[in-house]
Every structure is written in structure tokens, then in C-alpha cells.
């Protein structure tokens, strides 16, 4: 193999998620190598179904607005990310409130690529959503699903109930959805344990959808800019990015009143919330956004394009 194919192979096969997770609520006792080292492991233990003959020579990206059927709201935004912008791949919240009328949309849409975002935690105080199954040990104290992964973690979970629910997750979307082409993971909750990534792997190779790639390079970070600045991050991201296959993580809605009325914490918190999101939506569909895309010969792909045919 030679040396640029080489470093691409190892790039998007090996190299662990770490950006990813970390951001998403691991457990705070573990050390960073550790995690390093599950996280490799993790992708030793993937299913093989990475299309690995990306041109080495071109800059391809996956632009993902995850939490489809989350909310009216977003399910608007998502689709006019798509249809206006630069969105290739939406992340499917098959419990979230809107999943059906999402899933009507994604029929209007039979192009874009569709994700199941593998649920099992809510994260909002006053906007809740409760597992497919009847499944007791996944509930927080309130019934429905815990707000973070340190709640899902202490609850006393039956990995029997947790296949079970990822299962019915992923027969619903295939059922709703003509287009379902990968499994993601809300917050990574499905993957903080070796046990819990069996599941997932398995469910993987059992329906022929595959993980979304481990090692690939990811941003996440235009959540933590400012409203102010996060098109100026997209924008500076494309413009550095280097060839191979990328992935920009967002998460969109309209700044209206529905947004505003869900209450979370931080960033999440009510206001914040709907105008992180609304800024995040307008990156994606700004010109100045899509003229880089034209300029530096951008490739847009969903994660479809980036896996060997294996349904």
C-alpha cells in the first residue's frame, strides 16, 4: 500500500472518535489514554463497511444535522438545511415527538441520507420522550429516559432491555423510512461501555447498517461558538480543510416559540437554545458557506457514499 493511501487507511479505520465522545458526556473517571484505548479497540471491533478507496486526492464532506424528529422546529430547519444548504445526512430521533411527521418529510426528500440516532437519553427538563419497548430499567425517576450519560449510568439497565429498544429504534426507522443507511449515537450514550458497544456492533451487523465511521476526521465544535461566530468557524473550517473525508456535526432548529418554550441547561437553556440553533441553521445555508464549498471543489456526500454496498 503506498504512503498517502496508507495514512488515509489508518485515518479513517483507526484513529478513535475521541473529539466526539469526549463532548458528548463520558464518564469523568476514566483517563484519557483509557479512553484512547477503548476507543480503538471500538473500532477494531466495527463492522468492516467503510468504503475505503476515498479519493485521497479530493476534500469530501458529510455535512450531519443530527436530531431530526426532535422537534417541528427542527424538523424545518434540517429540511431547509437540506434543500437550501449544504446538509447531506440527517440523524433520525426515532423516540423524539416528531419522528413520524420526520419521516413523512424524509419520503418528500428520498435523497437524503438517513442516520438512526441509537436513543436512550433525553436531555431536556421539560420536553421528554420515553423508550419504544416496554422497559422499565432504561426510565428515569420522572418514566421517561435520563437527561445525561452519568443518569443513564447509574441507573441499574438490563442490556437484554437495551438491545431490545435499539432494536425496535432501528425497525421503526427501516419500516418508516426508505433511505436508512447508518446507525449514529444520540450522545453516545449507546457506546459508553464495552458491553453496550457489543450491542450496537451487533445490531450493526445484524440489519447491515454500519456505524458511522470511526477515525473519520469530525468537528463538533460550532456548538461551543458563539451565535455570533459560528458561521465564521464553519466557514474557517472549510477553508483549512485538507484532502480526504470530513465530517461537520450541527444541530438545527428555527428560533421560534416552540424552540424557545424547551428547557435544558447551558447552552441548552430555553432562549440560548433556539438561537444556537437558528445560527447554526443560517451557517449552513449561507452563501458565503456554499461559495467556499464551490471554491475549494468541495465534494458533498452522505455517509452512503463513504460505505462498501452492504444492504
Not at 199 to 220: A, C, D, F, R, W
Not at 281 to 302: C, F, M, P, W, Y
Request: neutral net charge; glycine residues 6%; charged residues 20%.
Amino acid at each position: 500500500m503506498s504512503g498517502p493511501k496508507k495514512a488515509l487507511y489508518i485515518m479513517i479505520t483507526f484513529i478513535p472518535i475521541a473529539a466526539f465522545l469526549f463532548g458528548q458526556g463520558v464518564a469523568q473517571d476514566t483517563t484519557e489514554t483509557d479512553r484512547n484505548r477503548e476507543f480503538k479497540k471500538a473500532a477494531n471491533d466495527s463492522p468492516r463497511l467503510i468504503n475505503n478507496h476515498v479519493d485521497p486526492g479530493s476534500i469530501q464532506v458529510v455535512m450531519r444535522a443530527d436530531d431530526f424528529g426532535f422537534s417541528n422546529a427542527a424538523n424545518s430547519a434540517c429540511i431547509k438545511g437540506y434543500r437550501e444548504g449544504i446538509i447531506t445526512s440527517v440523524e433520525v430521533l426515532v423516540p423524539g415527538p416528531w419522528f413520524l411527521a420526520a419521516a413523512e418529510l424524509l419520503k418528500e426528500n428520498p435523497k437524503l441520507d438517513v442516520g438512526v440516532h441509537l436513543t436512550l437519553t433525553c436531555e431536556w427538563d421539560n420536553y421528554k420522550w420515553a423508550p419504544l419497548t416496554k422497559a422499565s430499567s432504561l426510565l428515569a425517576a420522572d418514566g421517561f429516559l435520563p437527561v445525561t450519560n452519568s443518569d443513564f449510568e447509574n441507573l441499574n439497565y438490563s442490556l437484554k432491555e437495551v438491545e431490545r429498544e435499539l432494536r425496535a429504534q432501528i425497525e421503526l426507522a427501516l419500516k418508516c423510512i426508505p433511505q436508512v443507511s447508518h446507525l449514529s449515537t444520540h450522545m453516545a450514550a449507546p457506546t459508553l461501555t464495552e458491553k453496550l458497544r457489543r450491542i450496537i456492533t451487533k445490531l450493526s451487523l445484524e440489519y447491515k447498517l454500519p456505524l458511522e465511521p470511526v477515525g473519520v476526521n469530525q468537528y463538533n465544535g460550532m456548538w461551543a461558538e458563539s451565535v455570533e461566530q459560528k458561521e465564521n468557524f464553519l466557514a474557517n473550517c472549510l477553508n483549512d480543510c485538507q484532502p480526504g473525508l470530513m465530517v461537520f456535526v450541527c444541530h438545527l432548529a428555527l428560533d421560534n416559540q416552540e424552540t424557545r418554550a424547551i428547557k435544558g441547561s447551558g447552552q441548552d437553556a430555553m432562549v440560548h437554545m433556539a438561537l444556537h440553533r437558528q445560527a447554526e441553521t443560517d451557517a449552513v445555508t449561507s452563501e458565503r458557506v456554499k461559495q467556499i464549498i464551490k471554491n475549494r471543489h468541495i465534494k458533498l456526500i452522505g455517509y452512503a457514499d463513504t460505505y462498501s454496498s452492504c444492504r
